[in-house]
């Protein structure tokens, strides 16, 4: 049973992580697997952090606490793409951190996700984006990045296994490669990006 908590970059996983299901077939075709999307749209880590506890309802998907289906492997999202608001890196690591040692008190495997780099041009641009201004957009950028960093160390220091799309997904040492970002809004994944963070996941997590 493999869990995703997180937020739209979660959220967009598919219902049932659909991408990942896939991808864990091709890995282990005679393992039956249970999947369950616990992401919510454009939430911050420490709305992530409240609801943790609580029973999950968003779109088709309605399940019980994360911390009570009894999940082999939970993945926590970075939520470095909801940047807090007055911005605070203490207090988006304190609180990421937390939600790592929740997701570790259920005795699930537990893994960390830094989603794809976010675009240098063109980030947020698309009939369904945020089309801010350009002095916006890049200060936002630059939280994300921010975030995806400090997210990345945070892993070492408290021993978490990292699924590091952000790094494998840069194409000049800081922003991502467009083709796995959607031309609908300039920040989600693109189906390759799917693809690629599936199979990343896939590829990183280690069954028992």
Do not use: C
């Amino acid at each position: 049973m493999i869990a995703a908590f997180g937020d739209s970059m979660v959220d967009t996983m598919g219902e049932n992580l659909e991408y990942l299901d896939k991808s864990m077939m091709a890995r282990y075709p005679t393992t039956k697997f249970k999947f369950y999307n616990y992401g919510i749209g454009s939430q911050n880590v420490i709305e992530a952090n409240r609801r943790f506890d609580e029973p999950f309802k968003f779109n088709t998907r309605s399940y019980p606490p994360i911390n009570q289906i009894n999940a082999d492997v939970i993945i926590i999202s970075s939520f470095a793409y909801n940047p807090l608001s007055p911005y605070d890196l203490k207090e988006y690591l304190n609180n990421l951190k937390e939600l790592i040692k929740k997701a570790k008190d259920t005795g699930a495997e537990v893994y960390l996700l830094a989603e794809i780099a976010p675009l240098k041009t063109g980030f947020g641009k698309g009939a369904g984006g945020v089309n801010w201004d350009e002095e916006k957009t890049k200060t936002h950028v630059g939280l994300i990045i921010t975030n995806l960093d400090n997210a990345v160390s945070l892993a070492s220091k408290t021993k978490t296994p990292l699924i590091n799309a952000y790094q494998k997904s840069q194409i000049d040492g800081k922003y991502g490669n467009k083709i796995y970002i959607g031309t609908h809004d300039g920040i989600h994944p693109s189906i390759e990006g799917e693809v690629f963070m599936a199979e990343l996941i896939a590829e990183t997590l280690k069954l028992h």
